[in-house]
């Protein structure tokens, strides 16, 4: 039994090229006394199987396979038996994340070896468990991640995924169609994937993390009007109440129209939209909105946030919106949480024009907060400025 390891000479154009292996699990899902890297496969441990792989491609310069302080003799006897070459040996952590980490430390610090190896520009992270790993993959995924900054191994999704609520009924199943399981082997310029190790290691920065990445969604917004006056007047008002807390694009179209200045808002990864209408709601409209975002490049790998900004310009002061409307609202929310697209209602009414501007500036503190937010519970409702 034997990896195929493809040609051996041709090779990614980045010089050097190291892998990580961590190889620290205990094996608790296989079951069993003997972790899985370590279970014999026709007399041969699974992990060398997994070395000899990455040792036969000749522009990995160094291999390291991190294990727990247990098994460190274990692994250093099946190095000497098999004659592996290129291979250190490191103490890995509680965890997978500092295990990894640990692996990439010999690079820069001396805590784990007597001198250092060369840094690589670019580092492969595989599991020490998977021996099949062909070399035209690794040279993909490593000259794409010299290329973007990371990369790794995709494949399509072959079974339903769902999410369940909190009663632990079935919430909603995600389209198959639009996700990709994530794989191995995954590659990174070394630079990169060592900072991110230094800021995201344990298991509270995973918060810090999460954090930063709503921040980074929350950073534009998109207003869209029609031509209306009244809706033209508010989506200008919106706009000056924004624009010190978050970058604006504010446009003026019909979306029946495949408009480019549209378009282009896509293709700058804008994650959030508002859409104002005098409408009682405007279902048609906003369905062409999400049309026009699944046919765009926007990857929804994070939810993207639409608020529908109802204008009520009613003289009768009873409340605008009923609950047939209501109820279409939070239909048409759930179906879009699908998509992973969270759509919230906003209603501004439109009555006294001495208070306008106030009742912009309370919008526009809803309108950040759902952004920065992104919160699930409250998609459907409607809230009030």
């Known amino acids: 039994m034997e990896p195929s390891s493809g040609s051996r000479d041709a090779g990614p154009a980045v010089t050097p090229v190291a892998a990580v292996l961590p190889a620290g699990g205990s094996g608790e899902r296989l079951g069993g006394a003997t972790p899985k890297q370590f279970c014999a496969v026709q007399g041969r441990p699974l992990v060398s199987y997994t070395v000899r792989a ?39 952590g509680i965890t997978r994340h500092r295990s990894i980490f640990n692996g990439l430390k010999v690079f820069v610090e001396n805590e784990f070896s007597n001198h250092l190896l060369q840094k690589p520009e ?7 468990v998977r021996p099949f790993v062909e070399e035209d993959i690794l040279s993909k995924v490593v000259m794409a991640a010299k290329e973007y900054g990371a990369a790794g191994a995709i494949r399509p999704l072959v079974s339903t995924v769902i999410a369940s609520a909190a009663d632990g009924c079935l919430d909603h199943s995600l389209e198959r169609a639009r996700y990709r399981a994530s794989e191995m082997p995954q590659a990174f310029l070394f630079d990169i994937i060592y900072e991110a190790y230094q800021q995201v290691t344990y298991k509270r920065d995973l918060y810090a993390a999460e954090s930063i990445i709503k921040d980074n969604l929350s950073q534009q917004v998109c207003v869209i009007t029609d031509v209306k006056e009244a809706v033209a007047q508010i ?12 970058k604006v694009e504010a446009i003026s179209i019909s979306l029946s129209r495949n408009d480019s200045h549209l378009q282009n808002i896509f293709s700058g990864q804008c994650y959030n939209f508002v859409c104002i209408n005098d409408k009682k709601y405007a279902i048609q409209e906003t369905q062409q909105l999400v049309d026009m975002l699944e046919k765009s490049n926007l990857p929804l790998l994070y939810p993207v946030v639409l608020i529908l900004m109802h204008l009520d310009i009613s003289e009768d002061i009873s409340f605008s919106i ?23 209602g906003l209603l501004i009414q439109y ?17 950040m907060a759902l952004i920065k937010d992104r919160n699930p519970e409250l998609i459907g409702q409607l809230l009030v400025a």
Do not use: C
């Open 351 to 367: 009555k006294d024009h001495l208070v306008l501007q106030e009742t912009v500036n309370s919008a526009a503190a809803l309108i």
């Open 235 to 246: 989506g200008f008002l919106l706009h000056e109440s924004l624009k010190s807390q978050v």
């Open 322 to 344: 009923g609950m047939e409307e209501l109820s279409r609202i939070k239909k048409f929310a759930g179906e879009m949480k699908k998509k992973n697209i969270l759509v919230y």
């Open 122 to 128: 670019v580092v492969i992270i595989h599991d020490a």
């Open 54 to 92: 990455m040792e036969r491609i000749s522009w990995i310069s160094n291999i390291i396979v991190v294990v727990s302080p247990e098994n460190i003799e274990t692994m250093k006897s099946i190095i000497e038996k098999y004659g592996h070459k290129r291979v250190m040996i490191v103490k890995g």
